[in-house]
């Protein structure tokens, strides 16, 4: 256990539904960050989020919504995806954001299917 | 901008034999990390090697970084058949801020 929890850890939607991750960290860290896995790929940063706003937004599309309402939760609402978006998505957090020497803790991600 | 590239992309070892995983970078760094993920699960922070240290130790983890040739490397000794896992480092610059770039990742699979 990292301290950083992720629901659901599967998911399986159509391209016209809403639904929403949830990452939660019980570490009493500032930073959080959402990361996209495909296969083949390197992992790449999505979102991140310092003591609730949001610092970067690695041009991800408006159909990926992140929602941090306080400095433990971070959520990511999806909307009409396509099936290249299947995936698995990590949170992570840190203690903050200033410098990228804390290490980042993860979430067990969830398993993303889009049909 | 920079990118971590770990090689080799697999590695298949015996239990009990060292397994050396590289990685290489292209831009100056602040930090280079090593992450561990088995299967489907998150990633697990192993290391942090600074950019002003040349080696560092974490039980049976060993880390170099050689800066001048932008590389680095991971030696992990006496493997278990539960180090099998994808092994990537992530490194950051001083304009990247929190941005940590990460490799490809190695797969290393140790048989029992």
């Known amino acids: 256990e990292t301290g950083v929890t992720q629901t659901p850890r599967h998911l399986v939607m159509g391209m016209t539904n809403k639904k929403s991750l949830k990452c939660e960290q019980h570490l009493g860290h500032n930073a959080m960050y959402w990361y996209k896995q495909s296969a083949k790929k390197p992992l790449e940063l999505m979102f991140v989020y310092n003591f609730k706003e949001q610092t970067e937004n690695n041009s991800v599309p408006s159909r990926f919504s992140p929602e941090c309402p306080n400095s433990s939760h971070l959520f990511l609402h999806l909307h009409t995806l396509q099936p290249e978006d299947s995936a698995l998505y990590l949170c992570?957090?840190?203690?903050?954001?200033?410098?990228?020497?804390?290490?980042?803790?993860f979430g067990p991600g969830t398993r993303l299917t889009v049909t | 901008s920079q990118q971590g590239e770990e090689d080799p992309q697999a590695l298949s070892i015996q239990e009990g034999e060292n397994a050396t995983m590289n990685c290489s970078y292209k831009?100056?760094?602040?930090?280079l990390q090593w992450y561990r993920q088995n299967s489907g699960r998150g990633l697990v922070h192993l290391i942090l090697i600074r950019s002003n240290e040349r080696e560092k130790h974490s039980g049976r983890l060993r880390v170099t970084l050689d800066t001048s040739k932008k590389s680095s490397s991971l030696l992990i000794t006496a493997s278990r058949a539960a180090d099998t896992a994808s092994y990537f480092c992530a490194t950051d610059g001083e304009t990247s801020g929190s941005r940590l770039t990460f490799g490809e990742g190695t797969q290393l699979t140790v048989n029992p």
């Open positions: 831009t100056s760094i602040n930090n």
């Open positions: 992570a957090s840190s203690q903050e954001v200033r410098v990228a020497s804390y290490e980042q803790y």
